[in-house]
């Protein structure tokens, strides 16, 4: 199925119900009309990063469903599905037979080995401080093989999660293969994960390296294109490398959206919003929430470091629930610039701020993604949080069927749901039309949205202090 100009729902294969089945009857039985994309977070065995540390692509994880169940997804919605292009599970047969095997493994080139990469003498303390890194050590793991020998080999995240070398045959009919496997059931998007983070040179901080990284994206983009499969790749960093992704005309993330919306409705000041919004690409999916926590770099620069930190701190005291330690080491938390809430709990479990955070996302221009637990305006988990002592886990709460019949009664929730209802189906939200944002006042903001011909029109007035707002279609008043 196409990629639809609909909203998109993120979801973990087990949090909306306990599997794929449970899923695809929540979405069936509550969301008809609000939902037409679905990226179903990663669900092939895995050993570790909740899906994100893959062992086999070709498989589905039992415990969550089948081919068949993504299939049947798929007959229905349009799917993404994510390729982790930086790296694959130690427990992978490839790794598995390199530890075994050593030099005499069809699979090592598979993988960055140390001694290869630098030349005699090196990593010295200079080669390792110049690389972008997510942790506060090398990104290296010691490797120990059967023949009783050791060796360094790139582990950018974490432990089970080994780096592939991208620049090698090998890895390149492997890319080749998972793409065509993905395009067999249905994707229609494939989100590559911490791409950004593939492509290693020498002397260089092994991010974003340019123009090796284009290289990669342009020859992945190249063996999608034969299944009619779209890329998304993920980032999270300065806005301006979302910019620069978006020129080469891929699909970009508006990660910066979260973090200016929170400054617009924590401060009620418009001007910031109105900026990003017009400078934003219209080929993009919008967030306000995902899997992981808040980007606060993402917006750097289109909120003042003084309105940054105004913000984030503004986060710890009206959110609900959101303490400093959950973002921190304490927590295992892998990244010093997210912090971790639901998008709910960061605005203090306020219905009405929550919609509008909501409407604005609508009108913002590209497609709206809506992470699970945001569809359901959750609150953070604190008893997952502290039983798993995983900072992140705060955001990720494992909803029930009896849970979700509950909660879709919710005033905030109905509204949410008739709200994606009304961006599904309005003509005016053409991606290929216009977008003009008007600040009559400091406080308020106005957005219209018109399809290319200009004949359909919907236009939002909102006002950020008092978190009221009127949505016109055709110059008639919306109701939620």
């Known amino acids: ?142 490797v120990h093989f059967a023949d009783g020998t050791t060796e360094e080999v790139w582990n950018t995240f974490g432990e089970e999660q080994i780096d592939l070398d991208v620049r090698k045959e090998i890895v390149k009919e492997f890319i ?17 994960d911490a791409f950004a983070y593939a492509v290693k040179k020498l002397d260089t901080n092994d991010f974003f390296v340019e123009p090796d990284i284009w290289d990669l994206l342009n020859e992945v983009r190249d063996e999608a294109a034969k299944y009619q499969v779209e890329l998304l790749p993920e980032i999270h960093e300065h806005y ?26 924590y401060s009620g000041k418009s001007n910031r919003l109105a900026n990003w919004l017009q400078m934003s690409p219209m080929k993009q999916f919008t967030t306000l929430d995902t899997h992981d926590g808040i980007g606060v770099v993402d917006a750097r620069d289109l909120l003042t470091d003084e309105e940054l930190d105004y913000t984030s701190n503004k986060l710890y005291d009206v959110g609900a629930n959101v303490k400093r330690i959950y973002s921190s080491e304490k927590y295992n938390n892998l990244d010093i610039y997210q912090i971790n809430s639901t998008y709910y709990s960061a605005l203090g479990n306020d219905d009405a701020s929550y919609l509008l955070s909501r409407v604005l996302q609508c009108f913002a221009p590209g497609i709206p993604q809506i992470y699970y637990v945001g569809l359901l305006a959750g609150e953070n988990d604190i008893e997952l949080l502290e039983s798993s002592k995983e900072g992140r886990n705060i955001n990720r709460h494992y909803y029930t069927l009896e849970e979700i019949d509950r909660e879709v009664e919710r005033p905030v929730v ?33 957005i219209t949205r018109k399809d290319a011909s200009g004949a359909a029109e919907a236009r939002l007035e909102a006002n950020l202090e008092t978190k009221e707002f009127t949505i016109f279609e055709q110059g008639n008043v919306v109701t939620l």
Not at 36 to 54: E, N, Y
Not at 89 to 100: A, I, L, N, Y
Not at 176 to 192: Q, Y
Not at 425 to 441: M, Q
Request: charged share 25%; with cysteine; proline share 5%.
């Open 414 to 446: 109905k509204k949410l749901i008739n709200l994606l209802r009304f961006r599904n189906t309005s003509k005016a939200f053409d991606l290929e039309g216009s977008f003009e944002v008007e600040t009559p006042t400091e406080n308020t903001i106005v």
């Open 240 to 265: 301006s490398i979302q910019m620069k992704i978006a020129d080469h005309d891929y699909f970009v993330y508006d990660f910066a959206l979260p973090m200016v919306v929170l400054y617009s409705l």
């Open 176 to 192: 080749r293969e998972t793409i065509k496997d993905m395009a067999s059931h249905g994707c229609s998007l494939i989100r590559l």
């Open 1 to 142: 199925m196409q990629i639809k100009n609909e909203a998109m729902l993120i979801t973990y294969s087990d949090s909306m119900g306990s599997n794929m089945k449970d899923l695809k009857g929540v979405l069936d039985k509550h969301f008809q009309g609000a939902i037409s994309g679905v990226h179903l977070l990663p669900f092939f065995p895995s050993t570790g990063d909740r899906g994100f540390a893959p062992s086999d692509y070709t498989r589905v994880d039992p415990l969550l469903g089948t081919w068949e169940d993504v299939d049947a997804l798929g007959e229905q919605y349009y799917l993404m599905f994510d390729f982790m292009i930086n790296h694959i599970s130690r427990e992978s047969k490839f790794f598995q037979d390199f530890v075994k095997n050593h030099e005499n493994s069809p699979y090592k080139d598979m993988f960055i080995r140390i001694h290869e990469f630098f030349p005699e003498g090196r990593p010295n303390q200079a080669d390792i401080d110049l690389i972008y890194k997510r942790k506060d050590k090398a990104p290296f793991q010691t």
